[in-house]
């Protein structure tokens, strides 16, 4: 079951992990991108603070951790194809997981019902 | 926002269309269809792509003694290029300049005859009509056109168009023909703003639709929005008045001194006698100290307009990008700027500061892409 923030990002536990991408509504708004630049893996991050950049043709935009954390994984072929985000953000196109430091806080998010209510 | 934004003949059809609508110079235009930035813009470059660009401003010179050379000769006060020598049914780029060499904005003007027309920059229409009536108002008549105003641009213009009237392929770039298509009075020119063949067609409001429908039945030809006309334009080259250039850069720091005829410089026929000759003129011989140059961000990321640019990793700021983003036909990031001239030789490295980090920069030629013009 996916989780998203007000952010437009989406969320998915994975064992001990959380997969972390950005909505069909996120990317559609974007419009096409063509460069992503990911954080490094190992790295802490807080709530708020931009550790993606992305740029569409038309713009540049921050993308920014969802929860406390640790950064595990992030996807390469993002970095190498940034048209996966457009093609696929809900599977192919994901950016990078982590663990959460208070896995309990994914239940604060906005789950699919309460998100498609947020975009409306 | 409270203002309302005007709309072009095409307006309804845009938003069927699907396209996403943003404020532009006061219209509400469309920024994208659903094909999207990158798919357009390589349309485009592929075969080929229809603009509304009803939003610039379509104006009329009639000289009032009858005589075109009259009229020529009052808009080379206010234009440093040869309208005199333009000859019927041929156009040329100029620029409107300011008393201190500054560029209040670009056009074009096209010999139709008995009268001179000028497309010129919507954001710009009102200066421009107000500064004609004031500096050319005693020989001309001006007259504000309410047309539409369609661009088909790409290697397949000339067969979509041709469907209309076969004569379009008898033009070569920068010729202007009245035209009857199937019945629509129109004005087309063979020019465009992609770096791409092509034609700009002024057409009466209330026929805009229609002829964009026959257009488009062309399966060969989608509709572009702005933001692929932005790409497309900055692959070739060519300014966006407001961004690249302004009154407060010079032709000749703009790398626009090509648009100043022999005529016009020092030593000319008609030298100078428009705003800011002595500074342009200048210029011309001594050379300027900056200029516009194109430039090749060699990591990936695009560099947008406002980034500074470097002559080393921590020096100060010499100069900036004015337009930049991703060319789709390039396959990267590409953008234009202006440097100090002795910065300014293509292959020159420099650095932009980009959320705050130096990255290299290349200084390249312009265009970044080969134009598709047809000159024979």
């Excluded at chain 1, 991050?45 to 595990?72: N, R, Y």
């Excluded at chain 2, 500054?102 to 200066?127: E, P, S, T, Y």
Aim: hydrophobic share 45%; charged share 20%.
């Amino acid at each position: 079951m996916l989780k998203y923030t007000e952010e437009h990002e989406w969320l998915k536990l994975d064992g001990d992990e959380v997969i972390v991408g950005i909505t069909e509504h996120a990317a559609e708004q974007l419009g096409d991108l063509v460069f992503v630049e990911l954080p490094e893996e190992g790295k802490t991050v807080v709530k708020g603070e931009e550790i993606v950049t992305i740029e569409s043709v038309k713009a540049a935009s921050d993308i920014v951790a969802p929860l406390d954390g640790q950064i595990t994984e992030i996807n390469p072929a993002i970095v190498e194809t940034p048209a996966l985000v457009n093609e696929d953000p809900l599977e192919n196109g994901w950016f990078f997981k982590m663990t959460l430091a208070d896995p309990s806080e994914l239940d604060g998010l906005m789950d699919e019902d309460e998100y498609r209510e947020y975009i409306a | 926002m409270t203002e309302q934004l005007h709309r072009t003949p095409l307006h309804g059809m845009h938003v069927s269309l699907g396209a996403k609508m943003t404020g532009f110079a006061g219209f509400d235009m469309p920024i994208q269809y659903p094909a999207g930035v990158l798919a357009e813009h390589l349309h485009v470059r592929g075969q080929a792509g229809l603009f509304d660009v009803s939003h610039m401003g379509q104006v009329i010179l009639r000289p009032k003694s009858g005589s075109l050379r009259d009229a020529a000769l009052a808009l080379e006060r206010l234009i440093p290029m040869d309208v005199v020598g333009l000859a019927e049914g041929r156009q040329r780029y100029g620029l409107f300049t300011n008393a201190v060499g500054g560029i209040l904005d670009d056009l074009m003007v096209a010999n139709r005859g008995d009268h001179l027309f000028l497309v010129v920059n919507a954001a710009c229409k009102a200066q421009d009509v107000a500064l004609l009536r004031t500096g050319l108002g005693d020989v001309c008549e001006v007259e504000v056109l309410e047309r539409g105003l369609l661009a088909v641009q790409g290697p397949g213009a000339e067969a979509a168009l041709a469907r209309l009237h076969a004569d379009v392929a008898l033009m070569r770039f920068m010729d202007v023909r009245a035209l009857n298509l199937r019945g629509i009075p129109v004005v087309v020119s063979r020019s465009g703003y992609t770096g791409e063949d092509g034609f700009e067609i002024s057409v009466p409001a209330e026929m805009t639709v229609d002829l964009t429908r026959w257009l488009l039945e062309d399966p060969s030809v989608l509709p572009i929005g702005l933001g692929a006309r932005d790409s497309l334009r900055l692959e070739a080259g060519l300014c966006l008045y407001g961004q690249d250039i302004d009154a407060n850069t010079t032709p000749v720091e703009a790398a626009l001194k090509w648009a100043i005829p022999a005529v016009r410089r020092t030593g000319g026929a008609r030298a100078g006698g428009f705003p800011g000759a002595d500074v342009i003129l200048g210029q011309i011989e001594a050379g300027a100290a900056r200029l516009r140059v194109g430039l090749v961000p060699e990591g990936r990321a695009p560099m947008r307009p406002g980034v500074s640019l470097h002559q080393t990793a921590d020096g100060p700021a010499l100069g900036s990008v004015t337009s930049g983003g991703f060319g789709p036909s390039l396959g990267g990031p590409l953008a234009m700027g202006y440097l100090p001239a002795e910065l300014s030789a293509p292959g020159t490295v420099v650095f932009g500061l980009l959320r705050g980090k130096m990255s290299a920069v290349r200084v390249v030629p312009l265009p970044f892409v080969k134009p598709g013009f047809k000159r024979a």
